[in-house]
């Protein structure tokens, strides 16, 4: 079994950052995400109350449920919501014009060389999606680069360390027709958690991207840690 984990595994992470997977199967996840994570959300929206004309960027904004709560939060701001899938960008669209907020947008982009002016945003943020980037430091430097000094950067993502009851909780919740709960389990342990980040590992690569003033924690009503720093 340890023989066949060490071959089916990577193959599962590479098939799980595939944008051709996301673009297929996106509307998928799109459907059972935010009730996993509405908390993570409403956290994050939370910690940034943006005043004036702010410019905001969502690294990874999938269908754009956080940007569009972003943006219905802090109404005089603008918010950008990049997605490296064209299928969730388009599904993005289509909430935006749904919820009717105008001070949103979304656009195709890869986080590792982004279409953006240096010092552009005053603020970036990022749920769920650095466990994808193939060169997560690159990435984490395009975002330094296009927030502008002084500006807040908040990054979650699933936490490695996450306990096995509370993965469990979270694939009953994921419920897929026809797939075991087991398995389910054994896929969100072992590819969507086991290949992502620590609170300690997140921080530590934000830190050596060059972003300063740093807190860190785990996001009590969900499996994520955050980090949360100044650029």
Known sequence: MA???????????????????????????NRRIPDLITELYEHIA???????????LDAGAGRGYLSLLLASRNPDAHVTGIDYSLMQVLRARSYRRQRRIRNCS???????SLPFTDALFDAVVSVGSIKHWSDPHRGLMELRRVIKPGGTLIIAETNRDASDDALRTIARRFHIPFVPED????????????????????AEIVRKAGFHHMEHHHVPACPYVIVKALS
């Open 46 to 56: 939370g910690e940034l109350t943006m005043h004036n004309q702010a410019q905001i």
């Open 183 to 202: 398995l389910l389990f054994w896929g969100h342990r072992h590819v969507i958690f086991g290949q992502s980040y620590s609170e300690t590992t997140l």
């Open 106 to 112: 979304f656009r195709q982009s890869d986080i590792l």
């Open 3 to 29: 023989t066949l984990n060490t071959r089916i595994i990577p193959l599962l992470t590479r098939m799980r950052d595939m944008r051709t997977v996301w673009d297929l199967m996106g509307s998928f996840y």
